[in-house]
T-cell receptor, first 111, second 113 residues
C-alpha cells in the first residue's frame, strides 16, 4: 500500500503558485520523498525528490518538514500545462526501481 | 536522447487471446519496469528487469510475464486475456543504479473485448 496521503483534487489560478501537500507520517529514516506527475494519457513524469533538505530544480521546489512527516510540492508559476495528477511517493533507494503509487492529487489550473 | 518508446500504442484483443507488448528504453539504461494503470486500481507495479534478470515482481498472476533482451529492450506478455486486463500498460526505464529516477514511456492502451 502507498504510504502517502494526498488530497484528491485541488484548484489553482494560472500564474499563481500551486502548493500540493503530502502526508507521509510513517516515513522511515532511509526513505526519500519523490514526486511524479501524469498529464492526461501520458506516462508519469519525474519532477523532484529529496530526503530531508528542501530541494529546487527547474520544474518545482520540494519543502520537507523538519520531522519529515509531510512535504509540499511547489509549482511557482502554474500554467495550464501543469494540469495533471501529481503523485507523492516515498521509497527506499534500494537496488530496484519498484514504485508504489497512491491515488495522487488531480490539479486543475484555472485560466 | 530519444525517450522510452512502446509499441504498439493501441491494441484490441478478445478474451482468451494472448498479447505481447514491447518497450525500448532510453539508450544506456539497463533497467526496465512495467506498470498497469486502470481507473479502479490506479498505477500498479508489475515487474522490473535489470540486465536480463527479473529484479522485482508485483502481485500479479502468472499470466503476466516479461523478459529483457541483451540490448535492454523488454517485452511483457499476458496470456489468456480477461476483460479486467484492459488497461494502460506503462514501461519505465532507468540506468538501474540505486536512486535513479525513472523515465516513463507513453504506454500501450490494451482493450480486451
Amino acid at each position: 500500500d502507498a504510504k502517502t496521503t494526498q488530497p484528491p483534487s485541488m484548484d489553482c489560478a494560472e500564474g499563481r503558485a500551486a502548493n500540493l501537500p503530502c502526508n507521509h507520517s510513517t516515513i522511515s529514516g532511509n526513505e526519500y520523498v519523490y514526486w511524479y506527475r501524469q498529464i492526461h494519457s501520458q506516462g508519469p513524469q519525474y519532477i523532484i525528490h529529496g530526503l530531508k533538505n528542501n530541494e529546487t530544480n527547474e520544474m518545482a521546489s520540494l519543502i520537507i518538514t523538519e520531522d519529515r512527516k509531510s512535504s509540499t510540492l511547489i509549482l511557482p508559476h502554474a500554467t495550464l500545462r501543469d494540469t495533471a495528477v501529481y503523485y507523492c511517493i516515498v521509497r527506499v533507494l534500494n537496488r530496484d526501481d519498484k514504485i508504489i503509487f497512491g491515488k495522487g492529487t488531480r490539479l486543475h489550473i484555472l485560466p | 536522447k530519444a525517450g522510452v518508446t512502446q509499441t504498439p500504442r493501441y491494441l484490441i484483443k478478445t478474451r482468451g487471446q494472448q498479447v505481447t507488448l514491447s518497450c525500448s528504453p532510453i539508450s544506456g539504461h539497463r533497467s526496465v519496469s512495467w506498470y498497469q494503470q486502470t481507473p479502479g486500481q490506479g498505477l500498479q507495479f508489475l515487474f522490473e528487469y535489470f540486465s536480463e534478470t527479473q529484479r522485482n515482481k508485483g502481485n500479479f498472476p502468472g499470466r503476466f510475464s516479461g523478459r529483457q533482451f541483451s540490448n535492454s529492450r523488454s517485452e511483457m506478455n499476458v496470456s489468456t486475456l480477461e476483460l479486467g486486463d484492459s488497461a494502460l500498460y506503462l514501461c519505465a526505464s532507468s540506468p538501474g543504479v540505486r536512486g535513479n529516477e525513472q523515465y516513463f514511456g507513453p504506454g500501450t492502451r490494451l482493450t480486451v473485448t
